[in-house]
T-cell receptor, first 114, second 117 residues
Framework: DAGVIQSPRHEVTEMGQEVTLRCKPI?????LFWYRQTMMRGLELLIY????????DSGMPEDRFSAKMPNASFSTLKIQPSEPRDSAVYFC????????????FGPGTRLTVT | AQSVTQPDIHITVSEGASLELRCNYS??????LFWYVQSPGQGLQLLLK??????LVQGIKGFEAEFKRSQSSFNLRKPSVHWSDAAEYFC???????????????FGKGTLLTVNP
């Protein structure tokens, strides 16, 4: 299995630009999670999906952030417009119902907003 | 709501020495507990997990952890540290009970481990 795939691995953009992060979960997994990791706040859950439906988006910091999961094998996290304080590493993770609750993480996308 | 505290932000040990990383959780029932490791530039990898049963669990890379209900702790241990163990370690707690929120984990802030030769 290829594991959770994220793209791009690194993104540098200017303030005000739209940023789209992508994630492909492990095949057969029906839960997908988006996290943000910063030095100050640690690892924060932004949103998670079950069977492509958003279940809890209470961690999304503000309306500039949006996430979609159009099908079982693809999800996006979009920031529009981006701000320097959005600079962080964004992780995607997946797991399967009936499994052992452990989440499998992708390698992350390091976002730098200048 | 559940929470996790990792009291040590940074620990330095010598190669070959023993290691214990502390984790305390807050949850009203017996939680699911996890330890993950993150190497620089990498995602998080599961080291071990506790759901029920034997309170001493074994994981990968020679790590083990012990669940102590009375202390609300789930400390990670290794008898002899290798230089390759240098990484950041995260403790996480998940809820028991029904519903999709079972799959939501709360992570501690992490403990950075440095290994001296």
């Amino acid at each position: 299995d290829a594991g959770v795939i994220q793209s791009p691995r690194h993104e540098v953009t200017e303030m005000g630009q739209e940023v789209t992060l992508r994630c492909k979960p492990i095949s057969g997994h029906d839960y997908l999670f988006w996290y943000r990791q910063t030095m100050m706040r640690g690892l924060e859950l932004l949103i998670y999906f079950n069977n492509n439906v958003p279940i809890d988006d209470s961690g999304m910091p503000e309306d500039r952030f949006s996430a979609k999961m159009p099908n079982a094998s693809f999800s996006t996290l979009k920031i529009q417009p981006s701000e320097p304080r959005d600079s962080a590493v964004y992780f995607c993770a997946s797991t399967s119902i009936g499994g052992s609750y452990e989440q499998y993480f992708g390698p992350g996308t390091r976002l730098t907003v200048t | 709501a559940q929470s996790v505290t990792q009291p040590d932000i940074h620990i330095t040990v010598s190669e070959g020495a023993s290691l214990e990383l502390r984790c305390n959780y807050s949850y009203g029932a017996t939680p699911y507990l996890f330890w993950y490791v993150q190497s620089p530039g990498q995602g998080l990898q599961l080291l071990l997990k506790y759901f029920s049963g034997d309170t001493l669990v074994q994981g990968i890379k020679g790590f083990e952890a012990e669940f102590k209900r009375s202390q609300s702790s789930f400390n990670l241990r290794k008898p002899s540290v290798h230089w390759s163990d240098a990484a950041e370690y995260f403790c996480a707690v998940g809820r028991t009970g029904g519903g999709g929120s079972n799959y939501k984990l709360t992570f501690g802030k992490g403990t950075l481990l440095t290994v001296n030769p």
